[in-house]
């Protein structure tokens, strides 16, 4: 199997999607919504990059400093320690202006049924800057839903900050499933 490893079932490669490419960044549709999006090892990726070309967005991918290791028992053990401690991964990312979006996509695995640790790190440090807008959360999964995401994004963001319903989906059944996040996504746009 040629350097691909899995989860507990998702094929990928193992790496930190952006451990030799740059990340994705494009900024500069004349769109009122924004993905903003973590993923470890590309299914996430894949669900963000699907939902930019769907909705016209501008997408944004968040990167930590220390990338996560290919071996997916290390990054289980070190999500796994941070979370225990509150110690988030440190951003690599300089955060674009959200004023001019309306509305913003939350991608990210789940992790231990909760959000996975470098979106948590975004929202401890950036939950405020999404008041008066719209937020929605789509995310991949092993199997056992969203977890506490909604909890997570609500306590992070102001009251004034408008949830709608989220997506989750396991990862071994994003590539199936594609029609009913488009739908989503449609919805989501109204």
């Given at each position: 199997?040629?350097?691909i490893?899995?989860?507990y079932g998702?094929i990928?490669?193992?790496?930190?999607?952006?451990?030799n490419?740059?990340p994705t960044?494009?900024?500069?549709?004349n769109?009122?919504?924004l993905?903003?999006?973590f993923?470890?090892?590309?299914n996430t990726e894949?669900?963000a990059?699907l939902?930019?070309?769907?909705l016209?967005s501008?997408?944004?991918?968040l990167?930590v400093?220390?990338p996560?290791?290919s071996n997916?028992?290390?990054?289980?053990?070190?999500?796994?320690?941070?979370?225990d401690?509150?110690?988030?991964?440190e951003?690599?990312?300089?955060?674009?202006n959200l004023d001019?979006?309306?509305t913003?996509?939350l991608?990210?695995?789940i992790w231990?049924?909760?959000i996975?640790?470098?979106m948590?790190?975004?929202?401890?440090?950036?939950?405020?800057l999404l008041?008066n807008?719209s937020?929605?959360?789509?995310?991949?999964?092993?199997g056992y839903?969203?977890?506490?995401?909604n909890?997570?994004?609500?306590?992070?963001t102001?009251?004034?900050t408008k949830?709608?319903?989220?997506?989750t989906?396991r990862?071994?059944?994003?590539?199936?499933d594609r029609?009913?996040?488009?739908n989503?996504?449609?919805?989501?746009?109204?």
């Amino acid at each position: 199997m040629n350097n691909i490893t899995t989860g507990y079932g998702a094929i990928s490669d193992g790496k930190d999607t952006n451990a030799n490419v740059d990340p994705t960044r494009i900024l500069d549709n004349n769109t009122k919504i924004l993905i903003i999006y973590f993923s470890r090892s590309g299914n996430t990726e894949k669900q963000a990059k699907l939902a930019q070309d769907v909705l016209n967005s501008d997408i944004f991918e968040l990167t930590v400093s220390n990338p996560y290791p290919s071996n997916y028992k290390a990054t289980v053990n070190r999500a796994t320690n941070e979370r225990d401690a509150k110690n988030w991964p440190e951003l690599n990312s300089d955060i674009p202006n959200l004023d001019k979006y309306d509305t913003i996509l939350l991608g990210h695995p789940i992790w231990a049924m909760t959000i996975a640790n470098p979106m948590r790190e975004f929202l401890e440090e950036y939950g405020t800057l999404l008041s008066n807008k719209s937020v929605a959360s789509f995310s991949t999964n092993d199997g056992y839903g969203s977890g506490e995401t909604n909890d997570v994004i609500s306590r992070l963001t102001t009251g004034s900050t408008k949830l709608l319903t989220n997506y989750t989906i396991r990862d071994t059944m994003a590539k199936q499933d594609r029609t009913n996040f488009i739908n989503w996504l449609k919805k989501i746009n109204k």
